[in-house]
Every structure is written in structure tokens, then in C-alpha cells.
């Protein structure tokens, strides 16, 4: 019987391989810094898992004929790791989350979605078109779909959805049948060094895509790498034009849209995207392209548009009322932030708008600092909270302060973890929002309760 064992096991692309190889008959184990929601549900589904960096914890199973043993480690982990350093001295297999991800791939259509923002919402969309159909899939997310509340679907189906990530190149190890790409904005600058060099990485995927197959890229994408030989391109918008776009756009209350989805082979008219926000519209627009592409009829696309309920981190609401509104939201990078509020701006016109901020890595806050500052000016109130390291060491003179001084908005204020509760309980929020990819996330329910009994909701 095969063995795996991973290290940084409780993220969500690590715990998504971890259930695969589970549910494949593996004996499965792992390590990570710190227990979560994540790690605690794995630990139900029979995963063992231990959190200290000590040998002695590895169980013994994994100890014994190397031979059987895979290791699965996600770039974050600390080249120095002492689990990882010596399962590299005993000669164990050891590869890269990306790499375990594109091995599994390789037996399936692969259809797979890649971009500096967008990537989850609009994967976890055509996982659900694709599951809702009857076409099925077995599909990897990098967030926790609110539809199915996992980010593994598991199928027999000959197809495979996969979220891929820019980050240290991971998507350089699929090669898919159809390939999605939303966006190729600057990121990842501690890894890429400039944009251009981004940019030269989404052309090296988008020549990945297999023969006959096709690319799915947004209008506003420029790609100038060598295509493989019949690979058909299609462009995509919401509503600027292209091979796949929306037409007849209404407004409808609540941020929603009505629209009609103009495809190569005709119009799908009263669609609608169960979730609000022009954004998710377009994601959508982007997931019905490479669903209708590979089979899926047009009814059943509607009607998977229409019963999409989102993922969770991704634009979340969890308190509407007319008193307090809370949404949590994963942005990280200037572009999310500035599109979560344009639409918040949208669904709840005239209300004020006070935002909780983590930056996420010492060198991000760095490289972005005046567009992240530009982006929360459109608060009407922000609280700071301190950067999440995630696998940097500080750098020098790079603190939340860096983004706070170069603010117009004059109602913020810096706070950190441990005043966060009190200081929302000291103001009167209309609406909340929380952005971040760091461990923000764990404020998701005390929040809820303390708005609960300050609104009385």
C-alpha cells in the first residue's frame, strides 16, 4: 500500500492532494506549523497530523521501506526544515505540491484555470457546471466551495479541474486539454523579481496547452509565446466584446445581473450568476466558455450559473441586515481590493464602508505599497492590522506603516491582533469587511458574534 506524507498539510492545496490520496487508498500523514479548520477536518477524515517540527512524530509507518513512501512538500515550508531536511538525507521521493498535482493530472482531461486573481472563484464555477451537468469531475480548489463545502471533488469522470497557481511557477507542471487565463498582473515579485517576468510565465503555460486543445484568455491579456501546433484561442470579457462575453446586461437588486451569454455557436439568454457582483459574472462568463467547449449544454450552463453560492473567502457574506452588513473577503493584492469594494460600493449604495486589512508577506506590502494605500483610500474607514510573515523574515523599514503613510483617507487607525475585537466594538460599522490571506480568517466568527450582539442580529 502506497504512503504519503505532507508536509505543510493543512493548506488548501496540500489538504486537497492529502484527501485524493486518502480516498485512493493511501496511508496519508502530515505536518503543519499551525492546527486549523482545515487540519482539524482531515483529522476526522482519519489523517493523522502532528504540529511541532520533531521526528519523533512521524509515524512509524512512514519509517520503514522508504521505497513506499512519497513526501509532498509545498514551497512555503523553510528549505531548513528539519522533517524536510531529513527525509532528503534518507532518499526518500520528495517533490513539490506542484508536482504531485500535475502526476495526477496527467491520466485525465485537464482543464485548468490559472491568473493572478480570479483563479479560485472561477475554477470552483466550472467544477460546479461541470458536476451539476452530469459531466462530472474530479477537481482540485484553492478554496472551500460553499456548494459542495470541500475543495476536492472527486469523480470518475475522465475530466480534471484544476486552480493553477503562478506561485514558484506550480503551473508550469500541468499540461492541459483546455487551459483559462483571468489575469497576469504583477505578484509573487519575491519570486518573478519584475513583471515581465510574470508575464513570460503565463506565456510558458499558455504553450503547455495540448494540441487541439484550447485557451481561454481575457480581451485585456496580451500573450506572445509560441502556441502549440491547432491550439484554438478564445477571448473573453464581461462586456467589452470577444469570443465570449455579456450582452443585454440588467442590473438587478442586490449587485446580481441578468444578462445574455454571446458564444461562438449562438446566445443563452436570462442568465443569471447565483452569486453578486460584475466580477463574478465575468468569472462566470470565462467558466461557461471552457464548460460549453467541452460539451455542456447550454440549458445546463444556465442553470449551474444560477445555482453557483460562491466560495468561501471569496466575496462572503455573512451578515445582511439594514443595520450591519459583514463580508470577508480573501483579497490580498491591490486589483482584488479595489474590485471587492467597487462592488460592495454597487450592492449596498450611500452605506459607509469600514475595512479590516492584514497584509499578506513583508515583500508584497513592499512592492505594492502606493497601489495598496490607493486602493483602501475608497474606505470610508480602515483598520491596519500588522503584515502576516506566511515564509518571510522581515525586511527591514517594511511594516503595515508603510501602506498607512501613504493614505489620504485620514479615519484609519493601526491595530493588531489582539485589540482587533475591541476596537470594532469601540466604532459603528454599516458595513465590515475583512480582506486577507493570511490568518485573518480566524477573526470570521468572533466578529460575527460580537456584530450579533452589538446589532442585535
Known sequence: ??????????????????????????????????????????????????????????????????????????????????????????????????????????????????????????????????????????????????????????????????????????????????????????????????????????????????????????????????????????????????????????????????????YPKGKIENCKVGIPGWVNVENGIAAAAAALLNGVDEEKVRDALASFQGVERRFDIHINTPKISYIDDYAHHPKEITAAISSIREIFPGRRLTGIFQPHLYSRTRDFAEDFAKSLDMLDELLLMDIYPARELPIKGVTSETIFNKMELSNKRLVTKENILNSIDSIDPEILITFGAGDIDRFIEPIKELLKRKYNV
Open 1 to 262: 500500500m502506497r504512503r504519503v506524507y505532507l508536509i505543510g498539510i493543512g493548506g488548501i492545496g496540500m489538504s486537497a492532494l492529502a484527501r485524493y490520496y486518502h480516498h485512493e487508498g493511501s496511508v496519508v500523514a502530515g505536518y503543519d506549523k499551525t492546527p486549523s479548520r482545515i487540519t482539524a477536518e482531515l483529522e476526522k477524515e482519519g489523517i493523522p497530523i502532528h504540529f511541532e517540527d520533531n521526528l519523533n512524530q512521524i509515524p512509524e509507518i512512514f519509517k520503514v521501506e522508504i521505497e513506499k513512501s512519497l513526501v509532498i512538500y509545498t514551497p512555503a515550508v523553510p528549505s531548513d526544515m528539519g522533517e524536510l531536511c531529513w527525509f532528503r538525507e534518507k532518499g526518500y521521493r520528495l517533490i513539490k505540491r506542484s508536482l504531485a498535482l500535475g502526476e495526477v493530472a496527467s491520466s485525465k482531461r485537464t482543464l485548468a484555470v490559472a491568473g493572478t486573481h480570479g483563479k479560485t472563484s472561477t475554477s470552483t464555477l466550472l467544477a460546479h457546471i461541470m458536476t451539476s451537468s452530469g459531466k462530472g469531475c474530479t477537481a482540485f480548489l484553492g478554496g472551500i466551495s460553499k456548494n459542495y463545502h470541500t475543495n476536492l471533488l472527486l469523480s470518475k469522470s475522465e475530466y480534471l479541474v484544476a486552480e493553477a497557481d503562478e506561485f514558484d511557477r506550480s503551473f508550469l507542471q500541468l499540461w492541459p486539454d483546455t487551459a483559462i487565463i483571468t489575469s497576469t498582473d504583477a505578484d509573487h515579485l519575491d519570486i518573478y523579481t519584475n513583471h515581465q517576468n510574470i508575464k513570460d510565465a503565463f506565456n510558458d503555460f499558455a504553450s503547455q496547452v495540448k494540441q487541439g486543445g484550447d485557451l481561454i484568455i481575457k480581451t485585456t491579456i496580451e500573450l506572445k509565446g509560441k502556441l502549440s501546433d491547432d491550439v484554438n484561442v478564445y477571448r473573453y470579457s464581461f462586456n467589452e466584446g470577444g469570443d465570449f462575453c455579456a450582452e443585454n446586461i440588467i442590473s438587478l437588486d442586490g449587485g446580481y445581473f441578468s444578462f445574455t451569454l454571446k
